[in-house]
């Protein structure tokens, strides 16, 4: 085993001297896992934001606003906002913004009067609105220091046209001029305040919501994952892309990481609304990690030793037990298999496989003695790994492709394995296989928001890589998903 895993290292040394000078020229990490939104999951968001900027503008609140003017005493009070009217559109903005732009749109208010002319009360309420209001936000998107997704500036510049208000009532006219200074004084702090109002709904509420995407996040008793960006996002005219280390890690032992040498994922699609990537290394580093961990190291025995299997184990090995001691012939029979170095994934347009190597031995346990061995052998096996979106994890099928057996001792001991061969092949399939699909079928997060899900989901097989188009669905209105994460 100590040779195995030196000739490995060597093997990987070699692998890496020879990349080394093209390496160099790479200045950048290739992503494990990226993500790309299209068009028409910026219409999606287009719908959610307008929607969300509705409730954030209508829940501005106005200041009173009291006056003197000669006999004339005025108060504007409860200024509310009552309908917005916006035709808003979402657009990208290279490199790094998304633009929401709202044009000639209107704004309808309402507010108290009490205005006290000579001795005269008149009180009411009033219907105002601001028309053709334009505002120009544009939302600049990059990676904070942790590697997360934020909203890092917004720059905002807005705009009313006009403000219409009707002063009705008992006195008419005698408005005419306090109304022109109201309207005036009125579109003014309406102005000033949409600004703010949007930079705090990304600046703050937003980047709650983006909070909420794991970015170094535990995912059993064993591994971690990282979804740090590994750059800001690009924004282009027609996509926004995110690439991600996508790279798991032992929790035990942070630092000790496969050394990545896979393709950087192409993503090329634009019929879904969100499109996603992952490669070979996404993979290879979970099985290392697993691997690492201890994980793949299986001990069979006692009520979990299929019976015939058992029986099977006995005949072959019979001779063996009357040469060593016969009096250890009734002593329980086990079966220990180990993997021998890290699986390793091969993902190619007709499917992704994972290749495992282990060794495994067979011992006699005699109770209250140490155990006896009777057998080492090497386990070659491929598995078929499927892999699909289960709500937003991704979860791996695996099934069993080929197995095969060898005595690394000997040519002759590996005739005698062939009888093993079919009852060890069913050992793996009824009982190791079942049982860690019932491990992968929990599968992993993928980093994206609390409360926004994929749907109709499509995984396709490239050389080197996977990539998922799904299309998006928000459980609920972006406010309320962001209330959910305070
Ligand atoms: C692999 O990752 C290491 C750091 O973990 C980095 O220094 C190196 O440039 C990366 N290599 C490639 C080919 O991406
Ligand atoms: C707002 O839009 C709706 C439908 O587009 C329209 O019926 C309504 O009159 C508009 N309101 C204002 C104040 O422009
Ligand atoms: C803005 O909208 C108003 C009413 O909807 C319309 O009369 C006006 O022509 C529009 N202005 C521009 C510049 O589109
Ligand atoms: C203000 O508008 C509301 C609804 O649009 C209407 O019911 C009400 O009568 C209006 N009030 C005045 C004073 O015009
Ligand atoms: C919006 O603002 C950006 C940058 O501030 C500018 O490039 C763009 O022309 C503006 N768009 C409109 C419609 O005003
Ligand atoms: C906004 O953020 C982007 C990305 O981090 C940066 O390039 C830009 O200079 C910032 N602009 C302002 C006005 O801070
Ligand atoms: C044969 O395989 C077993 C199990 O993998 C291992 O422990 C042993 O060192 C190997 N022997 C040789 C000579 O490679
Ligand atoms: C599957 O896993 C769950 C928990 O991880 C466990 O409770 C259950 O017994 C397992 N089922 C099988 C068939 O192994």
Known sequence: MFLLSCNMGLYRMAIFIFLLPHMAQMTEISPGFKIRITSRGL??????????????????????????????????????ITELNLTADLSF???????????????????????????????????????????????????????????????????IAKMRAKFGGTFGRVYDFVATFLKTG??????????????????????????????????????????????????????????FRGMFYNLQNKDDILENYSVNPVLNEYNRMIYMALSEYFFDSGLYSYFKGGVFRMHIANERMPKDLEMLLRTTYFGAIMLLNPALMDAPIS????????PKSTIKPSGATATVHAGVRVLLVPPGKSPVQLSSMTMESKFNAKVYMKEKRLAIQLDLRRFKIFSNQSALESLALIPLQGPLKALLQVTIVPMLNNYTKKGVQIPLPDGIDLIEDMVEYHDGYITIGANLHFRSGLKELIEKTS
């Open 43 to 80: 219409e999606l968001l287009k719908h959610e934001t307008q929607k969300f900027v509705e409730q954030e503008l209508g829940d501005i609140t106005m200041p009173e606003m009291h006056g003197k003017k000669g006999n004339l005493q005025y108060s504007i009070t409860d200024i509310k």
């Open 93 to 159: 903005q290279p490199v790094d913004g998304l633009l929401f732009d709202v044009q000639n749109s209107s704004i309808t208010l309402n507010f108290q009067r009490r205005v006290i002319y000579w001795l005269i009360q008149d009180v009411g309420a009033i219907n105002a609105s601001a028309e053709g209001v334009y505002i120009n936000t544009t939302l600049h998107l990059a990676k904070d220091e942790e590697g997360r997704l934020k909203i890092a500036n917004v720059s905002c510049d807005a705009s």
């Open 186 to 243: 009125m579109r003014f702090i309406l102005n000033r305040q949409i600004c703010p109002a949007l930079n705090h709904a990304g600046l703050v509420l937003i980047n709650q919501l983006l909070e909420t995407i794991p970015v170094r996040a535990k995912v059993d008793y064993y591994v971690g994952i990282d979804y740090s960006l590994l750059s800001d996002p690009v924004v282009s005219g027609t996509s926004l892309d995110m690439d």
């Open 335 to 342: 079966l220990e298999m180990e993997v021998t170095s890290a």
